[in-house]
C-alpha cells in the first residue's frame, strides 16, 4: 500500500502520551529510531478508529523504508516529542459558529492529558449575519410545538380517560 498523501498527519498515542501530529516520514525516523513500538496506537484520516501502527494499511510501506535504515549497534537518539494541539470542540447548540473564543475552543483543564484532534471541522458558511438568530428561532418553535402537542395528546387522555376503560 502507497504512504499517505504528503503532509497528512499522523497522530500517536504511546502510554499516557499523546504525540503528533507527525507527517509520514517523520513516523518512519521516529520508527527507526525505535521511538515508538509496532503496537502503539495510531490514527489517522481515513482510518475508521485508533489502531496498532502495525496494523495501519501503510505499515509494509513503513517496514520498506525501515530495512535500509536498521543498524545494529546504533544506540538511538533522544525522543523528540511534539505534544499534541488541544482537541478543538464544536460550537454548543445555542452557540455562535463564528466565535473564536477559547471558551468555545478549549474546554480541557490544565490537569488533563493533551488530547488528540483529527483535524478540526471548518466552520460551515455563513451568508448572512442573521442566520444563528433565524436557527435558534426555528428549533425554539419545533420545540415548542413539540411540547404543545404533548400536552394536548395529554388533555384528550386527561378527559376521555374513562371512556377508554384502561
Given at each position: 500500500?502507497?504512504?499517505?498523501?504528503?503532509?497528512?498527519?499522523?497522530?500517536?498515542?504511546?502510554?499516557?502520551?499523546?504525540?503528533?501530529?507527525?507527517?509520514?516520514?517523520?513516523?518512519?525516523e521516529?520508527?527507526?529510531?525505535?521511538?515508538?513500538?509496532?503496537?502503539?496506537?495510531?490514527?489517522?484520516?481515513?482510518?475508521?478508529?485508533?489502531?496498532?501502527?502495525?496494523?495501519?494499511p501503510?505499515w509494509p510501506t513503513?517496514?520498506?523504508?525501515?530495512?535500509?535504515?536498521?543498524?545494529?549497534?546504533?544506540?538511538?537518539?533522544?525522543?523528540?516529542?511534539?505534544?499534541?494541539?488541544?482537541?478543538?470542540?464544536?460550537?454548543?447548540?445555542?452557540?455562535?459558529?463564528?466565535?473564536k473564543?477559547?471558551?468555545?475552543?478549549?474546554?480541557?483543564?490544565a490537569?488533563s492529558?493533551?488530547?488528540v484532534?483529527?483535524?478540526?471541522a471548518?466552520a460551515?458558511?455563513?451568508?448572512?449575519?442573521?442566520?444563528?438568530i433565524?436557527?435558534k428561532l426555528?428549533?425554539?418553535?419545533?420545540?415548542?410545538?413539540?411540547?404543545?402537542?404533548?400536552?394536548?395528546?395529554?388533555?384528550?387522555?386527561?378527559?376521555?380517560?374513562?371512556?377508554?376503560?384502561?
Amino acid at each position: 500500500m502507497p504512504a499517505p498523501p504528503p503532509g497528512q498527519a499522523i497522530y500517536i498515542s504511546k502510554g499516557d502520551q499523546d504525540l503528533g501530529p507527525f507527517t509520514f516520514n517523520e513516523l518512519v525516523e521516529q520508527m527507526s529510531k525505535k521511538q515508538f513500538e509496532p503496537t502503539d496506537m495510531a490514527w489517522h484520516q481515513g482510518v475508521s478508529n485508533w489502531m496498532a501502527l502495525e496494523q495501519l494499511p501503510e505499515w509494509p510501506t513503513i517496514q520498506e523504508k525501515l530495512k535500509p535504515a536498521n543498524k545494529p549497534g546504533a544506540d538511538p537518539p533522544p525522543l523528540e516529542i511534539k505534544k499534541a494541539p488541544p482537541m478543538a470542540t464544536g460550537p454548543a447548540l445555542f452557540e455562535d459558529a463564528g466565535d473564536k473564543s477559547g471558551a468555545a475552543m478549549n474546554n480541557s483543564s490544565a490537569t488533563s492529558a493533551p488530547q488528540v484532534a483529527p483535524q478540526a471541522a471548518p466552520a460551515p458558511a455563513r451568508d448572512g449575519g442573521d442566520s444563528g438568530i433565524l436557527s435558534k428561532l426555528l428549533v425554539s418553535m419545533a420545540v415548542l410545538f413539540f411540547l404543545a402537542a404533548v400536552g394536548f395528546a395529554g388533555f384528550i387522555l386527561y378527559r376521555n380517560w374513562d371512556k377508554l376503560g384502561l
